[in-house]
């Protein structure tokens, strides 16, 4: 049986301390060896006497009484041991040497033997499946493949992936690894990432006509360049970020209720970002992970089907760093000044986008210095800002009409519990909340059971009498609570 790891480690250093007593026992014997060469230079022959000659005189010495007795200074020193009368002084002290080193020698190697079988012994010594149970701190991992596979399944149908043999239905591609995949895609947001997710997934979601193209990005007239690059600036002549690269909307004509829809955190996965701008309606605005790789491509590729883009804008939540947006996030202990700095970043990411939009931000967005510095850095570069909705405590409404600065504000997430029924449940509610306020917002994440959901609902909102409209038609259009 294998020790335990505490308890090799114990050994371990009992070892390290039998080395050391070793080595003061070689330090004894070298200075008993100098001792014992300067008491042979002392003695000479006449003064050498036989053992048995000595040993009747200190039987006479004894019995002498008290001044006989042996003297204090006699005990600590060194025993003479017996040679043959007949052996020289220097036969004698060469004779006592080579005792010396065959004791010496003799310890050393019984004490490298006893060390090595040791080390042999915790190395290669096979291990106790009981001790690694004990140790509650060592990760299980799933050996059973029958396991993983039903853990899996239940996760593909939390999300809406197809399972079993309908999951392989797509073609060849299916067939592939996510490695495979990854490496086979040099387009951005390609790989593995979370959800991990392939175009299959988003089979049954039907292509949506395609809206005219949004102007093109960048106007040179309205960026400007700091030391973190290039970033949005109102132009000589008022044009702004918000007003020219927002999706035109004609006003409307008639009373009916108006929803604005934001499918948020695209740009890590490449088959749900393709799949949010190719398959829905290009009324619905689009929302890109700041972090996401080839931020670029993305706003150029929803622009021009007719998508209008915003960029996520990182804030702390109230149980950070549990929740933690990622790096560059706005936080209330920062400096204003410093949160201005990380705003900044965020806008040089790209070109193309209309406004920033708050993720998180439960705990950012209700502190009124931040928040108010937050919307006057948004506001100077003609931005507009929305707030994600995390928080009901939230004072951009109310900072951002008295600042003057464009916001607007999501009243619900759509997906919560990604369940297909409950999805549905979601728009029923905001479908009436609509028709109680005349206008709402609501924000909804890339899943494949969400998108598919959404693309369903967005065909009944005709008959309902419900316009669907892009968030920058909403600017400034709720009410201030």
Known sequence: ?????????????????????????????????????????????????????RAKDDDDDIASGPKGGIDDEDEDEEEIPDFDEEMTDEELAEEAEKRKRLIMFGGAGAGVAAILGIITWLIVAPSDPADSEADSRIPKVVESLEVLEAETA???QAIGRPTGSSATEGGAEQDKSLNELAAGNAAPGSGVSFPATTMADFANLAPAPKGAP??????????EEID????????????????????????PTSDRPRIAIIVSGLGQSRAATEASINNLPPEVTLAIDSYSRGIAYWIDRAREVGHEVLLTLPMESATFPFEDPGPGTLRVLDAPEENVKQIEWIMS????????????????????????????????????????????????????????????????????????????????????????????????????????TL??????????GIDLVPVSSLANKQLVR
């Open 228 to 251: 973190v690059g290039m970033i949005p600036r109102i132009s000589d002549t008022g044009k702004t970020a918000f007003k020219e690269y927002s999706r035109p909307h004609d006003a």
């Open 349 to 452: 990411r790209a070109s193309g986008y209309f406004g920033l939009m708050g993720v998180f931000g439960s705990k950012f967005t209700t502190n009124k210095e931040q928040t108010t510095s937050m919307l006057n850095a948004i506001k100077d570069r003609g931005l507009m800002f929305v707030d994600g909705g995390y928080t009901q405590e939230t004072l951009v409404p109310r900072i951002a009409f008295k600042e003057q600065a464009t916001w607007a504000a999501v009243e619900m997430e759509i997906d919560t519990d990604l369940d297909e029924q409950k999805i549905k449940q979601q728009f029923a509610e905001l479908e009436n909340l609509a028709q109680r306020r005349s206008i709402t917002i609501a924000r909804i994440s890339p899943y494949p059971v969400s998108l598919f």
């Open 154 to 156: 239940v996760l593909d």
């Open 1 to 53: 049986m294998k020790l335990p790891i505490k308890i090799k480690l114990d050994a371990f250093k009992g070892i390290i301390g039998k080395l050391g007593a070793v080595k003061g026992v070689f330090g004894i014997f070298g200075k008993k060896k100098k001792k014992k060469k300067t008491d042979d230079e002392d003695i000479d022959e006449d003064d050498f006497i036989p053992s048995s000659s």
């Open 455 to 464: 693309s369903e609902w967005i065909k009944t909102l005709g008959d309902k």
């Open 214 to 223: 949004l102007k093109e990005a960048p106007n040179y007239e309205m960026v």
